[in-house]
């Protein structure tokens, strides 16, 4: 059926398999470390079956819209944490949430993503297209100059700073504005170029990718609501705080998508693909969800701003910099790739004793 091969359906079956588990557990009341613990091997799963369904999307597409489809659907479990976080009340959460997703993308798997590309590479040089890296840096700083304009009133205490609400609001409609116009003319950059070499196998037709994808990318969503809804009583009795959970544990765990497939992709030699889904899952966090998540908001009683804890805003414009400052060029090697992955490091432990 849908020209499977009996193993990647079985494969696929065992993960659909494991987010019901998931849910049920998680319905049930269970013990929260086995929903913890069931919940992410059905993540680890659907990662994979993202990855694949990627592969045989990519056949078809070039690595643009291949990029944007999959951090699309791979964004969609931060989408689905915030706003269950917001409904909660918990805006700190909801806040650290999105900003883990983006420390985690572009420094931790970014730098995982260029060691793996190096490797592989005959001179140890993993080369990309420069244009995605250098307009994902120009998203990134925008978001940034209004997150500093925002914490620099908040310090000070100025009268801009009572109307934050407002000011994040007119932000975010201008971030979403520029996005959608970078969008537009970064789709249409393909010239229908294929993500993937003619012949390279892929475990199903483009059609059956289509499908999976969509699957996956939904049971993300809520497999990844379901492991958050467990680590509260876990980080509770160790101590950890809300900013440590949303900074490392929700931003590794929500995109365990792009931290495989990405990887995955890169160890494989096709660098322009996995760092389409990295640099793109990147700009969407900043540029798109960030600044939906802030309108959204306006319909509950806690609203999300822009205002961050001076700690995060030094963290984010150190990030924008490092990541322009690397892939800008077009060409990475392997120590660029763990000095992310070490600023990353440094970040999640000052952020643990926070």
């Known amino acids: 059926m849908f020209g499977l091969s009996r193993r990647t359906a079985a494969l696929l079956a065992a993960i659909l398999a494991l987010c019901v588990v998931t849910g049920v557990l998680h319905f049930a009341d269970a013990e929260p470390v086995a929903v913890f613990l069931v919940a992410a091997a059905a993540l680890a799963g659907l990662a994979w079956a993202i990855g694949i369904a990627t592969e045989a999307v990519g056949t078809r597409f070039g690595p643009a819209l ?15 944490v915030v706003l269950f976080a917001l409904a909660a009340g918990e805006v700190v959460v909801a806040q650290t949430s999105i900003l883990g997703s983006l420390f985690a993308n572009a420094l931790l798997v970014l730098g995982a993503v ?106 993300a969503a809520f497999v990844s609501d379901w492991f958050v809804g467990s680590l509260d009583a876990a980080v509770e009795s160790l101590g950890i705080s809300k900013a440590f959970t949303g900074i490392v544990i929700v931003g590794i765990a929500g995109n365990a998508v792009e931290n495989i497939v990405g990887i995955t992709l890169a160890a494989k030699g ?85």
């Open 114 to 219: 260029i060691v793996a590309g190096s490797l592989v590479s005959s001179d140890g040089v993993m080369r990309f297209r420069k244009r995605l890296p250098n307009d994902t840096a120009t998203l990134l700083l925008l978001a940034v100059f209004i997150i500093v304009l925002l914490g620099l009133s908040d310090t000070v205490g100025d009268r801009a700073s009572t109307h934050s609400v407002a000011i994040s609001a007119v932000g975010a409609l201008c971030l979403l504005g520029v996005y959608a116009v970078w969008l537009w003319s970064y789709l249409r950059s393909d010239h229908g170029e294929p993500a993937l070499e003619e012949g390279t196998h892929v475990p199903f037709s483009f059609t059956t990718g289509v499908v999976v994808l969509v699957v996956a990318g939904i049971g």
């Open 270 to 354: 096709r660098s322009d693909l996995a760092m389409s889904i990295v640099k793109n899952s990147v700009a969407q966090i900043a540029a798109f969800l960030f600044p939906a998540l802030v309108l959204i908001s306006l319909a509950f009683e806690d609203r999300l701003t822009f205002v961050l804890s001076p700690v995060y805003i030094g963290a984010l414009a150190l990030t924008a910099i490092a990541v322009w400052q690397i892939t800008g060029d077009g060409e990475a090697v392997a120590f660029e790739g763990w000095a992310l992955i070490a600023i990353y490091i440094v970040l999640a432990v000052l952020t643990f004793y926070e």
């Open 66 to 80: 291949t990029g944007v489809l999959q951090t699309t659907l791979g964004n969609l479990p931060e989408l689905f």
